[in-house]
């Protein structure tokens, strides 16, 4: 039988380390849970919320509905080629342990993904990337429990509209699907993915080997990013923002220093890098602050609450727009905070 607890305390289940309180929260350790919380018409859509660890979201000080926690686990070989291999991982386990399995298996294609706080489920919702890789790149499908019909329902690839931190699962369908299990294909040749400028140059000019890339690029990681156990914060608080090639122009002429490449048929510029230009490296407004070596990231500078993260949010995201005429936007999610109780989801009916 899951266990329900009422009025509980949020603070283990965000890395942002915020003390919210939420009506429920269920801890999920097989599918069998869920068709138990919609039995008891707990998983209402816009009245619950799956998450996994937490890791790129920010409470507010009461959630008025479920909170269910993914704790399901399990890594299955689901088949095998010559060249690869299909593995089916549950949504519950922690995206870094796959990872670290699968360079010990010979089974390569996430290694630039290293120590990426979060779950595999969230991975999958959330289309995670790092130093050149995203976790859609080895998604081969998605498995989901239906919260409004209990069913099972799977999904290719090719049908999660996977886009830079992006997928159906935060769109049209948010709210809707649980994802419960994702299977990946993976290769069992390495084939370093070396794009990233930092990670060339820290290797040389010899080969390497998937576990040296991934020890290097979690030494770059947390040379750049608090780790999550030692200090609360979502990760980059801001997605990159792109640009069209004509808006790009004009930026480059007045600010010929700032970082972008070509990506999503414009240009993506560097957050990081427009705040900092807006003085707000290493400030902090209350309790939270911008992370001194990464201006992307805000941090709890002990003790913060949802309302103080949200007000350095909209701080820093005015001042970019009054200087350079750019709407930054959240990668991170705000939960619980006045207004969005019941805020209903009005997803297409598939
Ligand atoms: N920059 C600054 N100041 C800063 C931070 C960055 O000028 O304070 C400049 C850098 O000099 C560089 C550019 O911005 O020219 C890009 O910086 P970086 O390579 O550190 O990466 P990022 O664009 O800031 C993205 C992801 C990270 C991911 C890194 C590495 C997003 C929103 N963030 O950050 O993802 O680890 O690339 O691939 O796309 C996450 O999503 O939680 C996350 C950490």
Redesign the pocket.
């Known amino acids: 039988m899951v266990s329900v607890v009422p009025n509980a305390s949020l603070l283990v289940y965000n890395t942002f380390g915020i003390d919210c309180r939420a009506r429920n929260l269920a801890v999920v350790e097989c599918e069998g849970d869920l068709d138990e919380l919609l039995r008891n018409g707990l998983l209402h859509r816009g009245e619950y919320i799956a998450i996994g660890q937490g890791s790129?979201l920010v409470f507010g000080e009461w959630y008025d509905g479920t909170v269910v926690v993914m704790r399901n686990k399990g890594f299955q070989l689901v088949g095998e080629t010559e060249s690869s291999v299909s593995v089916k991982v549950a949504a519950g386990e922690i995206w870094d342990d796959f990872v670290k399995k699968s360079i010990a298996s010979g089974w390569y294609g996430i290694e630039n993904l290293v120590a990426?706080p979060g779950t595999v489920g969230a991975a999958a919702v959330q289309n995670?990337?790092?130093?050149?890789s995203e976790s859609s790149d080895v998604v081969e499908s998605v498995e989901t429990f239906d919260s409004e019909t209990g069913n099972t329902v799977k999904f290719l690839a090719g049908e999660c509209a996977y886009g830079?931190?992006n997928s159906r699962f935060k769109q049209s369908d948010k709210g809707r699907y649980v994802v419960t299990s994702v299977t990946f294909r993976l290769s069992k040749t390495f084939t370093p993915q070396l794009d990233?400028k930092?990670i060339a140059d820290a290797l040389g000019t010899g080969s390497t080997n998937a576990s040296t890339l991934a020890d290097t690029i979690e030494c770059i990681?947390w040379s750049?990013?608090p780790k999550p156990d030692e200090m609360g914060s979502?990760?980059?608080f801001?997605?990159?923002p792109v640009v069209s090639m004509g808006e790009y122009e004009v930026l480059k002429m007045q600010y010929p220093d700032m970082?972008a490449h070509a990506a999503h048929g414009g240009y993506k510029l560097?957050?990081?890098?427009l705040?900092?230009?807006c003085g707000w490296?290493g400030r902090s407004l209350g309790r939270c602050g911008v992370?001194e070596?990464?201006?992307?990231?805000l941090v709890n500078r002990c003790g913060c609450n949802g309302n103080e993260v949200r007000k350095l949010a909209e701080a820093i995201a005015g001042d970019v727009k009054q200087k350079y005429g750019i709407s930054l936007e959240y990668?991170a999610e705000f939960v619980g905070f006045e207004g969005d109780r019941y805020k209903k989801h009005d997803g297409h009916k598939r």
């Not at 995670?128 to 050149?132: C, K």
């Not at 560097?270 to 890098?273: D, F, I, L, S, V």
């Open positions: 790129n990426i995670i990337g790092a130093y050149g830079y931190r990233y930092p990681r750049k990013l979502a990760g980059s801001f997605k990159n970082p560097a957050a990081g890098w705040i900092e230009k490296k992370y070596k990464q201006a992307l990231v990668e």
